[in-house]
């Protein structure tokens, strides 16, 4: 099949035409009403070529390709249609083929619609499709992998809370041995024994936290919590903290400051939450400040002004901001050892720990941020290595 049939139309394309027919990405035939080909362009070329027709074949239009006669093809061209659509190939393999014909010069040009044109290479489909299921494989056995990890993951949980759940009677009696003891109520204490008991006493408290901390975080895993919104003073809540924690920082030789503004007044929180929030921080700041060194504990009434996506201009929300605090702020303010800033954000996930030297499950701030957001709070560190840290949380007083 050579390209062009230069000895049957002396009026065909030059060779350079014939290349750029041969950079279509169609397969191209243009016969003369015997059906003679005048010109098979190289997509066309190899498309006859897969169909058993070799270089040296000249097979005609109609009898070999088409399989109709001419006067099928040219009855319906010459009646006026645009173009016919035909079937071109061997019997067992036949494509598409759309006919037009050139009046001017009497051809015929036949576009064929390959299946092989149009399909891509069988290896190369075989390939993408095993490539998708084995793509789908992965997806599944992952997901299956993720549901059982999170399976075992909540019995653990379960088995940590119940376990938990069971130390909690038994410290709880312990304690009330020391508190009597401590009280002098089962005879007179040397000072030694006061000073050990006090010791274990704080111990317990601190198993009694460790316990409780897991048992909230359970709880918050399970999604069992329920605020407890009551109107509350936050001035009781923290002082009744404040005069709790000022004898463990005496203990440990750390000064401590309360600073709880009187001028806050009640809103809707949950009591015991907060107070857990509070002692998290506290229990965190008197973790990490050393002996001679200072914890604050401040609370004052906050304006927060918070962002939504459509702001006034400033000067309107200067003229509406409301006349009184919407919200507390409470902080935490110690002079420990702070925290690089690289690990701000990742302390109040579950189970982070940054200093390993002190005890501690990596929960305490976690907690914290949940039980705030829950109150639609938000949470936050300031830190400088240099200076100790200040974690401060704001509470809305519209809590609904
Ligand atoms: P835990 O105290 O049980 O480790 P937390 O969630 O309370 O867990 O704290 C996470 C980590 O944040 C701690 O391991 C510690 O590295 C760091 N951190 C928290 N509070 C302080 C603080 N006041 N000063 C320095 N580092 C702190």
């Not at 071109?88 to 598409?96: F, K, L």
């Not at 925290?339 to 579950?350: K, L, N, S, T, V």
């Not at 929960?363 to 941020?369: D, F, M, Q, S, V």
């Amino acid at each position: 099949m050579p390209p062009v049939a230069e000895d049957r139309s002396r009026s065909f394309p030059t060779p350079a035409v014939v290349r750029l027919l041969d950079t279509l990405e169609k397969p191209l035939i243009v016969a003369d009403r015997t059906g003679n080909l005048l010109l098979v362009n190289a997509r066309a070329r190899h498309h006859l070529e897969t169909q058993g027709f070799k270089e040296t074949d000249d097979p005609n239009l109609f009898s070999d390709l088409l399989k109709v006669d001419s006067a099928n093809i040219f009855g319906k061209v010459e009646k006026g249609e645009h173009a016919v659509n035909a079937q071109i190939g061997p019997m067992e393999r036949r494509d598409a083929a759309r006919i037009q014909w050139i009046p001017e010069t009497d051809w015929l040009v036949v576009e064929i619609e390959s299946k092989l044109e149009t399909q891509a290479d069988p290896t190369t489909r075989l390939t993408v499709q095993e490539l998708l299921q084995e793509r789908e494989i992965t997806y599944r056995n992952l997901l299956a992998a993720y549901l059982k990890l999170q399976e075992v993951n909540r019995q653990k949980t379960v088995f940590l809370a119940s376990a938990a759940h069971e130390l909690k009677t038994p410290l709880a009696v312990i304690k009330g041995y020391y508190d009597l003891l401590l009280a002098g109520s089962l005879g007179r204490l040397t000072d030694k024994q006061t000073d050990i008991l006090e010791e274990s006493k704080e111990s317990c408290e601190r198993l009694v936290r460790l316990v409780s901390m897991f048992l909230n975080y359970s709880a918050l895993e399970s999604g069992k919590l329920v605020l407890q919104l009551r109107e509350n003073d936050l001035r009781d809540c923290l002082d009744e903290l404040s005069k709790r924690w000022s004898e463990v920082f005496q203990r440990k030789g750390v000064r401590f400051e309360a600073n709880i503004d009187p001028s806050i007044a009640t809103f809707r929180f949950d009591y015991q939450k907060v107070q857990q929030v509070a002692a998290n921080l506290l229990d965190n700041a008197l973790k990490h400040t050393p002996n001679g060194g200072t914890v604050m504990l401040r609370a004052a009434p906050h304006f927060w002004e918070r962002r939504v996506a459509a702001m006034a201009p400033v000067e309107e929300r200067r003229r509406f901001r409301l006349p009184r605090p919407n919200s507390v702020e409470v902080s935490v303010k110690d002079s420990g050892a702070g925290i690089p800033a690289e690990h701000h954000q990742e302390i109040f996930e579950d189970f982070v720990r940054v200093d390993r030297n002190t005890s501690g499950m990596g929960l305490g701030l976690a907690i914290a941020k949940r039980l705030i957001q829950a109150h639609r709070g938000k949470i936050w560190v300031e830190s400088d290595p240099a200076g100790g840290s200040r974690f401060s949380f704001l509470l809305p007083m519209d809590q609904g």
